[in-house]
């Protein structure tokens, strides 16, 4: 019971700004940037995000970006891609975080809150 409770509540706080009867979408990508460098977001070769330091990025298809699938890379203002892959949607829900010159990934199995992982940027 206390797993449903749980699973409703996180339900509930990513599709906040759902409409009534709304189900999360089936997929998302979240980008977290905990460590610098600032770093540019591309989809399909187009840059959909710039993250500094502490900022994050929800991608969802069907909100202004175009459906699956996606060529996704995390590019270093350098010009140097730290991460590329190419999404399908099939896994579920995925989170990227850079850290530093490293990305580390996470496929969950329920959505979770956008914004949630802290970061230590430097002064």
Do not use: K
Request: hydrophobic share 40%; charged share 10%; proline share 10%.
């Amino acid at each position: 019971m206390v797993g449903f409770v749980a699973r409703s509540v996180v339900l509930l706080m990513v599709c906040g700004a759902c409409g009534p009867g709304q189900a999360p979408p089936a997929f998302y990508l979240d980008i977290s940037d905990l460590y610098g460098p600032t770093v540019n977001v591309t989809l399909n070769g187009q840059v959909v995000g710039t993250l500094m330091c502490g900022g994050d990025v929800r991608l969802a298809p069907g909100t202004a970006l175009p459906a699956l699938p996606w060529d996704v890379s995390i590019v270093e203002q350098t010009g140097t891609t730290i991460w590329r892959s190419h999404e399908t949607g099939t896994n579920g829900w995925r989170h990227l975080t850079t850290l530093g010159d490293d990305v580390d990934m996470q496929d969950w199995t329920m959505p979770t809150p956008a914004g949630f992982l802290p970061g230590t940027c430097p002064p």
